[in-house]
């Protein structure tokens, strides 16, 4: 398991349980599918850590749907971040493309939780210096509101809408030894850096 969650608090309350992950997902990868008429061309990158867990889950569903096995891969946008001089130094992720990269290629960015949108516009400044796709499209897992840049998902396993001052934390099975999405409100100072 690598970069696991820290233990819930006693004021979280989830708001996805494993069941509900796993439709969730389901009903994106068929989504994915219907969208692009059955996934020809198609590349799913994940945002680490969660979105390419999360992405590598979707390739599953989709090849058990279609029998097609769609490229993934990871996208690391840690460089690609407006916050490096605002936040701790982090290690950076892995970027893994296809074999074939992303050239002409519907291109699915596959993150956990989408809010403000600078990941997103961190990943797709990472994606212009990886290759030229035909088309760019994004799924996540929650939308929670609140953001900062125009940037909306076209796949989304539920809107949770959200104050400010609360978190939400997406549990997986392969990083925190299941699956959840919890909803608490605000961390301590400590955890709000994570």
């Known amino acids: 398991m690598s970069d696991p969650r820290p ?36 590349v799913l990158l994940g945002i680490p850590t969660r979105g390419a867990t999360l992405a590598r889950r979707l390739g599953d569903r989709i090849e ?51 809010y403000s949108g600078r990941t997103v516009r961190a990943a797709l400044d990472a994606l212009n210096d990886l290759g030229r796709p035909t088309a760019v499209q994004l799924a996540t897992l929650v939308d929670r509101g609140h953001r900062e840049l125009p940037i909306r998902a076209d796949y989304v396993g539920k809107n949770l809408p959200t104050a400010k ?16 999405v919890l909803l608490m409100k605000g961390l301590p100072a400590k955890e709000e850096s994570r």
């Open 7 to 42: 233990e819930p608090r006693a004021d979280a309350r989830a708001v996805l349980e494993a069941p509900d992950v796993h439709r969730a997902l389901t009903r994106i990868a068929h989504e994915i599918l219907e969208r692009t008429k059955g996934g020809d061309g198609v």
């Open 64 to 114: 058990q749907f279609e029998g097609v096995k769609i490229p993934v891969g990871s996208v690391d946008v840690t460089m690609y971040r407006d916050d490096l001089r605002l936040r701790p130094a982090r290690p950076l992720g892995r970027t893994e493309l296809p074999p074939d990269g992303v050239d002409g290629k519907i291109v699915v960015l596959v993150d956990d939780v989408l």
């Open 165 to 180: 001052s609360e978190k939400v934390r997406v549990y997986l099975q392969e990083t925190d030894g299941r699956d959840a």
